[in-house]
Each structure stands twice: as structure tokens, then as C-alpha cells.
């Protein structure tokens, strides 16, 4: 077992020892979320949403939206070589689909599938060619990313009134992703190649096991 699940086993087993601590249990109920840190952390800054329903004793399943672009995140920033420049035209969308059970009514373990889809336009920067391996500066270029993952999750829920709550979560899991850079304008060799390559032409390919945070707002129906 990898020790980043072995962390993650253990945060669980840490809040299953709460479960004999509880009120009285949860009335199942469908419920919204809405997620107040994604919009405005990373590279993809993006507004996201979600709506879960009960399909059997203490299981929900639902999924998340999450759309951002130039006009909700006109500040939206990505590392261009040793700085952060803004992007232009910047689009992204994300689909989560999420399986949560509850095994106490204030904690729950879920699994979460997520596809995003990032792009955008980037302004003066520097880029490694492949497969010559040689740094060129550009003007101008777009920049396609996909990202997919796979999450378990461990997660606290709690009332704030009748209706509105939080939701906290920590989770493991794999993530790939794959980065396109196209139509790369005003290509000239760099003169000063040591000064950090943004990106390969053939960059951002690969598979990592990140720790994922979630912090959301949620509201019950009736």
C-alpha cells in the first residue's frame, strides 16, 4: 500500500473513533453544495456546484459542475516561466461525479471521478522544444490541459442552521494530465535559455498521487 493511502487510513480511522459521540441520526435529504475555494486558487480559478440525493440508507450520489472563465475570473494567472502572467481567452469546465456514504451522521467516506478541461491563451514566455531540446521565447501561443483523477475521500459534515451547512473533506488519489501548446507565435531561439523554460512542447504528460482539500457550503431541500 502506498503511504499516501496509509495517511489517509489513518485520518479515517481517527474519525470513525467520533462515530459513538454523535447526536441523533440525519434525516436523508437532498441537498446542494457550493464550493468557496476553487474559485479562487490555482491556475483554473472556477465557480463550482453540486447536487446530491439519497439512493439507499446513508448513500448519496450527486455530482459537482464547475465552470470558470475570463469574464467570472478576469485575474486568472499561470507560471510563465519564473512569473505568473495572465491568461487570455481563459476557459475551463470540470464534471465530478461523487458516491458518499455516511458512516455516522456527521462524517462520511466518498469517491469522487473528476474530468477538467483548461484553456487559454499566453502572452511572452519561454518554451522547451522537443525533440531538439532547445528554449525558444514566443509571443504568443495556446495552451490546452486536460486533467482526470481519481479520489477517497474522508469527510466532516455539520449544520450551521436548519437548512445550511459545511462540508469538509481530505482525500488521496491518482490524477493524470496531458498539455498541448499550439499555434506558437513569434518564435525565436531564447538568449537566455537559463533564465526557466515555461513548458516542454511535450510537457504536463503524466500521473501523480495529490492530497485534495475540499471546503463547501451545503444547503438541504426539503
Known sequence: MKPNY???AFLITLG?????QSNAPRKQQSYVT?????PFVGITPRWKAG???????NLYVGTELGFGSTFVSPEARIKVGRRYSIQH???????????????????FISVKYAHLSHSSNLKDGTILTQPDE?????????????????HLFYGYMDTISKKIGFMFKVGLGSRNKSVELS??????????????GFASTNDGSGESYPIAFDL????LFN
Open 51 to 57: 447536487i446530491y440525493t439519497p439512493i439507499a440508507k
Open 6 to 8: 496509509l495517511i489517509l
Open 183 to 196: 499555434n506558437i507565435r513569434g518564435r525565436t531561439l531564447s538568449a537566455n535559455p537559463r533564465a526557466s
Open 16 to 20: 470513525l473513533e467520533s462515530i459513538g
Open 34 to 38: 457550493f464550493n468557496f475555494i476553487s
Open 216 to 219: 463547501r457550503i451545503y444547503y
Open 134 to 150: 532547445l528554449y525558444h521565447d514566443f509571443t504568443s501561443l495556446d495552451y490546452d490541459r486536460k486533467v482526470t483523477s481519481f
Open 89 to 107: 481567452n481563459y476557459r475551463s469546465f470540470e464534471i465530478g461525479p461523487e458516491l458518499i456514504y455516511m458512516v455516522h451522521p456527521k462524517h
